[in-house]
């Protein structure tokens, strides 16, 4: 038996399958090249290759898409089908892959866990068990699953810098911000196209309003981000930070010439970000033109899906703002079953957020400002069960905020304006929302202070 690169042991007796995966595994990790296709080049040589076929099958969990479904069980099937010689490590590893066809994603979590746990330079299970953590929405866990094994790092191990990103995120999401920002330089100190990397530094200039030392950061590192596979979801960061100064000419150029993709190519993820850019835009009341009927068509085919809450609320989007009736009847009808039927992870988001969100996002469209104040209210503490990060959940407090001002309910709006500043003082938008809210109760006086504090911030 052979050690990978980090000396942790596996099944398999050929260097040169386990050097394949290890090249796979950096293309993922570095969000470069087809890792995908680089292990099937290896399996294709080494059809006996466990861990191999691990890689793949945990790779594809993060795809959370009809479309590679039967790919992904075929990788599992032949995990398990080589189950007799595998190691206790890689039968974690078979196992959380199953966990995961079967719909237990929490289960799978654990799985990894267990393989970390017996080998903690296991640099597969840590990324996994941390991008697992971001779909599921597990805050705590995002920086947890780093923290335990941290110690047992050093730079000279290879993935060091990786792992330290990772660990960058998770400081980010649970506002240790300081030492965040520290990490995720180091990170990009070690390995300068390192994307993830680059995305923790962006999120915690987001969460702390840093707009235009986010936007000069972007742009310095541009070069190593701007060509990888995390590129859409830079981009998007980038146009955030130039919403949040009112530059909408710049988001609507980013998004033409960035985020909206060109062709149907299926994946799932290129959109999620072109639509929750786009809804914010429409709570802006910026007209975007043609751009929601392109998306929808690119939606619409994976209105019954079910799989994944934050896939569906994203389509919602869509179909919403393009006057969709039938898709957005088509998904919620197809949630409404699979809520009453299913048993698998993905129910208790669809039932807790996801379709809360959905109706909310109909009412909005249909200008029942009213009815989507009433579904969001009572959701927006379990906003993490959605999944993703506290930025791309950000939309759902923005959205009941906007319905609140627009259904004249001026002192829900106020605390939840008030609160937004709280958290983010250097966004003149929150201000805005301020003045609105003062505005509505006829407190002219509040309101026009809001108001200077938004406009001494966009002339900053």
């Not at 080049?41 to 993060?62: I, N, S, Y």
Request: net charge negative; glycine share 6%; with cysteine.
């Amino acid at each position: 038996m052979l050690s990978d690169c980090r000396g942790v042991s596996t099944s398999c007796q050929h260097a040169d399958a386990i050097r394949g995966m290890e090249s796979a595994h950096e293309c993922a990790l570095a969000f470069s090249g087809d890792a995908v296709a680089e292990i099937d080049a290896v399996l294709a040589e080494h059809p006996d290759f466990v861990m191999g076929h691990c890689f793949k099958a945990a790779m594809l969990t993060q795809e959370m898409e009809t479309r590679i479904y039967a790919d992904f069980v075929q990788s599992v099937e032949a995990a398990e089908a080589l189950w007799s010689q595998a190691n206790e490590r890689e039968r974690d590893h078979i196992r959380a892959v199953r966990a995961w066809v079967d719909g237990d994603f929490y289960g799978a979590v654990q799985h990894w866990e267990a393989a970390l746990t017996k080998c903690p330079l296991d640099l597969l299970a840590l990324q996994m068990v941390h991008q697992s953590d971001v779909l599921l929405g597990d805050v705590a866990g995002l920086r947890d699953c780093a923290a335990r094994e941290f110690s047992l790092w050093e730079v000279s191990i290879p993935g060091y810098e990786f792992v330290i990103g990772f660990y960058a995120f998770g400081l980010e999401e649970n506002r240790d911000f300081m030492h965040a920002e520290e990490l995720g330089r180091q990170a990009l100190a070690l390995r300068p196209n390192n994307p993830y990397a680059v995305h923790a530094v962006a999120h915690v200039m987001e969460m702390r309003g840093r707009q235009s030392g986010g936007i000069s950061f972007m742009k310095h590192h541009e070069k190593s981000w701007a060509q990888s596979n995390f590129a859409n979801h830079l981009w998007w960061h980038l146009s955030l930070f130039h919403m949040d100064v009112g530059q909408v000419d710049k988001v609507l150029h980013l998004y033409d010439n960035h985020l909206r993709s060109q062709k149907h190519s299926g994946d799932r993820y290129e959109e999620l970000d072109a639509a929750a850019l786009l809804w914010r835009l429409k709570l802006l009341d910026v007209d975007v033109g043609h751009r929601w009927s392109e998306l929808a068509d690119k939606w619409e085919t994976s209105a019954s899906d079910t799989l994944y809450a934050f896939n569906d609320v994203h389509a919602m989007m869509t179909f919403v703002s393009d006057n969709r009736g039938e898709a957005a009847e088509q998904l919620l009808t197809a949630n409404a079953r699979y809520v009453d039927h299913a048993s698998d992870a993905n129910v208790a988001m669809s039932r807790e957020m996801g379709m809360p969100f959905c109706l909310a996002l109909q009412a909005f469209a249909q200008g029942k400002y009213g009815e989507c104040v009433d579904r969001l209210l009572p959701a927006r503490y379990n906003t993490h069960r959605l999944g993703g990060s506290f930025a791309q959940r950000d939309i759902i407090g923005w959205t009941l905020l906007e319905a609140a001002l627009r259904a004249r309910r001026f002192r829900l709006a106020l605390a939840l304006a008030n609160e937004r500043c709280a958290l983010k003082p250097s966004s003149a938008q929150n201000w805005k929302y301020v003045a609105r809210a003062h505005k509505g109760l006829d407190d002219l006086h509040r309101a026009a202070q809001a108001q200077a504090k938004a406009n001494s911030l966009l002339a900053a």
